[in-house]
T-cell receptor, first 114, second 115 residues
Framework: SQQGEEDPQALSIQEGENATMNCSYKTSINNLQWYRQNSGRGLVHLILIRSNEREKHSGRLRVTLDTSKKSSSLLITASRAADTASYFCASPRVSGGSNYKLTFGKGTLLTVNP | EAGVVQSPRYKIIEKKQPVAFWCNPISGHNTLYWYLQNLGQGPELLIRYENEEAVDDSQLPKDRFSAERLKGVDSTLKIQPAELGDSAVYLC?????????????FGPGTRLTVL
């Protein structure tokens, strides 16, 4: 079963605009990660935020985490056509015993129109 | 630095046939993962290796799926016999260790179509 659920499922914007994607999760986490997937580069890690962090920046990416609401958001500023991709949130979830598995949501499909 | 290598990139087979996927992780990465990704879904873990040991295979359908990582480097995932519902993308990933804060690096995947 999915740990994270992204919202919206699909988002279409114009180049230069900002894009915001949200992720909700169900169980306590020690970190949350965002990944991007497109046909050219496959699935790529973007950023990791720890449970004791509230906000993190990386280039044009800004991630927030609200553990009280079990939610995270990914903001892409000044979007480019090359940002067109599916974006997934993922977090470790107990898989049995002391094992953890990275559990992904269904993703948000972002389309940036030139 | 070379990334995670997978082959083949595409495979089309008829149901009940066997199929195998190969993965070579990033050099020095002890942890290797196999994921299954269905259309419109996020990847789901099938199995995780620490060196040559399968430390989490709870999600692997063991009646038809098998995997090995004999020398703790490259790995093979096999399906025998394949079913129509196995059509999906099979992703391999690696990380320096299984520590939950470690970034996972993914290969391009193998797109399997079962007819």
């Amino acid at each position: 079963s999915q740990q994270g659920e992204e919202d919206p499922q699909a988002l279409s914007i114009q180049e230069g605009e900002n894009a915001t994607m949200n992720c909700s999760y169900k169980t306590s986490i020690n970190n949350l990660q965002w990944y991007r997937q497109n046909s050219g580069r496959g699935l790529v890690h973007l950023i990791l935020i720890r449970s004791n962090e509230r906000e993190k920046h990386s280039g044009r990416l800004r991630v927030t985490l609200d553990t009280s609401k079990k939610s995270s958001s990914l903001l892409i500023t000044a979007s480019r056509a090359a940002d067109t991709a599916s974006y997934f949130c993922a977090s470790p979830r107990v898989s049995g015993g002391s094992n953890y598995k990275l559990t992904f949501g269904k993703g948000t499909l972002l389309t940036v129109n030139p | 630095e070379a990334g995670v290598v997978q082959s083949p990139r595409y495979k089309i087979i008829e149901k009940k046939q066997p199929v195998a996927f190969w993965c070579n992780p990033i050099s020095g990465h002890n942890t290797l993962y196999w994921y299954l990704q269905n259309l419109g879904q996020g990847p789901e873990l099938l199995i995780r290796y620490e060196n040559e040991e399968a430390v989490d295979d709870s999600q692997l359908p063991k009646d038809r799926f098998s995997a090995e990582r004999l020398k703790g480097v490259d790995s093979t995932l096999k399906i025998q016999p394949a079913e129509l519902g196995d059509s999906a993308v099979y992703l391999c990933a690696s990380s320096a260790s299984g520590y939950t804060y470690n970034e996972q690096f993914f290969g391009p995947g193998t797109r399997l179509t079962v007819l």
